[in-house]
């Protein structure tokens, strides 16, 4: 073996070493974002803080926290504090969603399509992880309608705030999960292949993907699944 091929071993070593690392990091640090958000939207349903957050109001602290916590996670994703500042989105995410919670799980089978949401959810991920693993070709061409379709969905919720169609909740919750969904595999295939070297960036990637399968996959079990006590 000569010494360019030593070289090129070497540094394939090293570059999946990185990758492992990254990818280690995420998940551990995906799986504790779960705490703070499950506390926040137990804090949010079991005091009702949050119920007055309605139409406008609600939409205006919604896009306003998260894109100012997102900025701030940008700006400190290389440093210990970034974080903590993560942590801290996912708490308010948490709260964020407990409106949502506080209405199904006021159906008679309400903490059962909490729980059917969360499955349907890990076994979105689960599925996207295990093809993330396998296919090989580029997905960052798919990234670009992905996000094209993420701006739809973001304007369609902001109208249906206004209308309150039902109907179009559904279906922008359809979508929503297909979109989704679909990101999560791109950001994992991202991170396979060594594209994303910042475990804070690629957590706050998946954390979004996976908090909007859940929330529409619960919005579409209430509609469709709520029981009246």
Request: proline content about 0%; hydrophobic content about 60%.
């Amino acid at each position: 073996m000569n010494f360019d091929t030593a070289i090129r071993r070497s540094d394939a070593l090293v570059g999946d070493a990185s990758r492992q690392r990254v990818l280690r990091n995420t998940y551990w640090l995906l799986a504790l974002s779960l705490v703070p958000t499950v506390l926040g939207a137990w804090i949010g349903v079991s005091t009702g803080i949050t119920a007055a957050l309605s139409g406008g109001i609600g939409l205006l602290v919604f896009l306003g926290g998260a894109f100012a916590f997102m900025f701030a996670i940008e700006r400190t994703k290389h440093s210990a504090t970034g974080v903590a500042v993560l942590l801290a989105f996912t708490f308010f995410m948490g709260l964020m969603l407990s409106r949502l919670l506080a209405v199904v799980l006021g159906f008679g089978n309400g903490a059962q399509l909490v729980m059917t949401a969360f499955g349907g959810t890990a076994a979105v991920f689960f599925v996207m992880a295990n093809l993330a693993s396998v296919v090989k070709r580029d997905l960052e061409g798919l990234a670009k309608w992905l996000f094209f379709g993420a701006i739809v969905l973001l304007i369609g919720g902001i109208i249906n705030v206004f209308v309150g169609s039902t109907a179009f909740m559904a279906a922008l919750s359809v979508m929503a999960i297909g979109i989704f969904s679909a990101f999560l595999l791109v950001d994992l295939k991202r991170i396979i292949d060594g594209g994303e070297t910042n475990y804070i960036s690629a957590t706050l990637a998946l954390y979004l993907s996976l908090f909007n399968v859940f929330q529409s996959l619960l919005a579409l079990l209430g509609i469709f699944g709520g029981e009246r006590e």
